[in-house]
């Protein structure tokens, strides 16, 4: 589907090791937004340091547009995606929001791009 190859797409894009994007969806499927993980490194000790999770980014950037569904997506360099499950900090606040984070998987061992035509598609709650 088309949102499953944007939503690789925009990983691909994410400055961090782990890329991570995120789509919002509003109540009726449409498309509201696309969001990636971003890093920060602390500028005093660089080894310390945190980042923004893609579901983190899209809750702040547009709950106010009306989201019920979050679909992320997490790939490896090589463009294969790989299992992803949200964080407890990011699931807690989506709950809190009624909204519901669904993850795109690998699908049937499938490599690369072809794996984002066939994706599992798992639902956290």
């Known amino acids: 589907p088309e949102i499953i190859r944007r939503l ?12 991570v994007s995120c789509v919002a969806l ?18 005093i000790d ?6 923004l999770h893609a579901e983190a980014a899209a809750l ?17 360099n090589g463009g294969d995606i790989l299992p992803i499950d949200p964080c407890e900090d990011c699931l807690k606040m989506a709950r ?13 061992g499938a490599k690369k791009k072809s794996a984002v035509l066939r994706e599992q598609v798992q ?3």
Do not use: E
Request: hydrophobic share 30%; with cysteine; charged share 25%.
């Open 8 to 19: 690789h797409k925009k990983c691909m894009q994410s400055p961090s090791q782990y890329r």
């Open 26 to 43: 509003n109540k009726k499927g449409d498309v509201i937004g696309y969001t990636t993980n971003k890093f920060r490194k602390d500028h």
């Open 46 to 51: 660089p080894l310390i340091g945190s980042g």
């Open 60 to 76: 702040a950037k547009f709950y106010p547009f009306g989201i019920k569904t979050l679909l992320s997506m997490r790939i490896g």
């Open 96 to 108: 809190k929001l009624g909204v519901t984070i669904r993850s795109v998987m690998p699908g049937n």
């Open 123 to 125: 639902t956290h709650k």
